[in-house]
Every structure is written in C-alpha cells, then in structure tokens.
Nanobody, 126 residues
C-alpha cells in the first residue's frame, strides 16, 4: 500500500507563498491520481486540487484557482502544491491523497481517495 507524507507547511504572511510536497513510498506516485484537501477545526475536509495519473490533467477548487498550482515530479516520486497570494482563509491542515484504483476521471470527493497522508499545517497570518 502506498504511503504519503506531506511537508512544507508553516507560517506565512498574507500575500506570501508556500510550496507543499507530497512524497510517496511503497508505490509510484505517477501511477495515481493525487488530490490535495484541507481542513479547519470548524469545517469538513474540503477539496483543493487534483492531478490525474493519465495525461496529468489538473483541476482546482474555485477559491484557489489562479493562485495554487498542482504538479508532479516523477523522478522524486512527489506531487507539489504551489500556493501563491495566500489569504488568511487558506489557513488549514493540508492533506494529500491518492486514488489507488487508477480510475479515469477527475475526483473532488474525499471518498474517491483511499490513501492519505497525516497532513501539514499552513497558517496565513500577519
């Protein structure tokens, strides 16, 4: 079973940038559709972005579209989430997840993903 580890979270001022990493072990990350989700104490885990295993198609939640970029480095077995122009409302624990069934399609529900990392905290504050 693939295991995922997130890193790169931290404290950043509004308008700043962070790059999150999701590194896989026990599997080849380019074989899976990978999604990023985020969660705050008051809210359910919500979809942020995804990149498909076939053709690397990307899809974003509307509030982050144009500010966040998801990408994959097969050689490093890692998926990234570049986050620019960060806002206080982006503050959350960010999780990466993989759809290990290798289905075709774009998936924005947490129920579509079977493997999850432990999360990394992003705090946007002055």
């Amino acid at each position: 079973q693939v295991q995922l580890v997130e890193s790169g979270g931290g404290l950043v001022q509004p308008g700043g940038s962070l790059r999150l990493s999701c590194t896989a072990s026990g599997g080849t990350i380019s074989s899976y559709t990978v999604g990023w989700f985020r969660q705050t104490p008051a809210n359910e885990r919500e979809f942020v972005a995804t990149i498909t295993w076939k053709n690397s198609i990307t899809y974003y939640e509307i509030p982050v579209k144009g500010r966040f970029t998801i990408s994959r480095d097969a050689a490093k077995n890692t998926v990234y989430l570049q986050m620019d122009r960060l806002k206080p409302e982006d503050t959350a624990v960010y999780y990466c997840a993989a759809d290990v069934s290798r289905r075709l399609g774009i998936f924005d529900s947490r129920n579509d993903y079977g493997a999850w990392g432990e999360g990394t905290l992003v705090t946007v504050s002055s």
